[in-house]
């Protein structure tokens, strides 16, 4: 097995002898497996490029226990205002100390409302103006109004897209925009090409990502297994 640091600039052919161009050279390969993630956008933002990473996330599994208990903030966008509620609630778990800033991406109903209330999660609605931090430290949310509310971390689920390089393949994305995989093959509309990770799912993590990445591995290993031409016959 050989691993190597290096940039795929290409891919021609077709399954059983695709054409990687990688740095300037040609690799054949039978099968591709796409581990490629989604790029994230970065919102146009006062003080959002500078604390995404550090004091902006978006999996409270992934980020959540390092800073539990503090004052958190969810940044609800357009792509995520259709499961806000639970995403807000789900916050719970970590820090009973949340405040939604709507962020005029929904209207939110009146039962909505009621819940987070009941739940004891602060509602702001006022757009947000700016971030304000510190040293990659977050230390308020700007509202339009002016107003500054206290903030430690803040959860946001910003627009993603794919690599140029998954695009051109022409492999099926679903609305939202993921690549489309048999459930159990974890091959894509093109065949020889297999996706895992987080290319294909909301469902994000570095943990989920390698789990379905050993299941894909397993799964070409089989393919790749059935298509060993014939021993001849002693």
């Not at 146009?44 to 992934?62: D, S, V």
């Not at 390092?66 to 970590?94: C, I, M, N």
């Amino acid at each position: 097995m050989e691993v190597r640091d290096a940039r795929v600039e290409n891919i021609s052919g077709a399954q059983g002898e695709f054409d990687l161009m990688v740095a300037g050279e040609h690799v054949a390969a039978r099968r591709l497996l796409l581990c490629t993630g989604l790029v994230d956008e970065v919102l146009p933002m006062e003080g959002f490029r500078e604390l995404w990473g550090h004091a902006i996330f978006q999996c409270p599994y992934c980020h959540g226990w390092e800073v539990k208990d503090r004052t958190w903030g969810y940044l609800v966008l357009p792509a995520s205002a259709s499961h806000f509620l639970p995403f807000a609630l789900q916050l719970l778990g970590w820090t009973r100390d949340v405040v939604v800033f709507i962020n005029d991406a929904v209207d939110v109903p009146q039962a909505a409302r009621a819940t987070l209330g009941a739940a004891g999660v602060r509602l702001e609605t006022a757009p947000v103006a700016r971030l304000l931090g510190e040293q990659h430290r977050l230390k308020a949310v700007e509202l339009s109004d002016g107003r500054r509310v206290a903030c430690d971390v803040l959860f946001a689920h910003p627009p993603q897209h794919q690599i140029e390089l998954v695009r051109a393949l022409g492999v099926a994305l679903d609305a939202d925009g993921f690549v489309q995989v048999d459930p159990m093959m974890r091959v894509t509309s093109v065949p020889g090409v297999y996706a895992a990770g987080d290319l294909t799912t909301r469902m994000q993590g570095a943990i989920l990502a390698a789990a379905s990445g050993a299941h894909a591995a397993a799964m070409i290993n089989m393919d790749l297994s059935m298509s060993f031409p014939p021993r001849a016959t002693p």
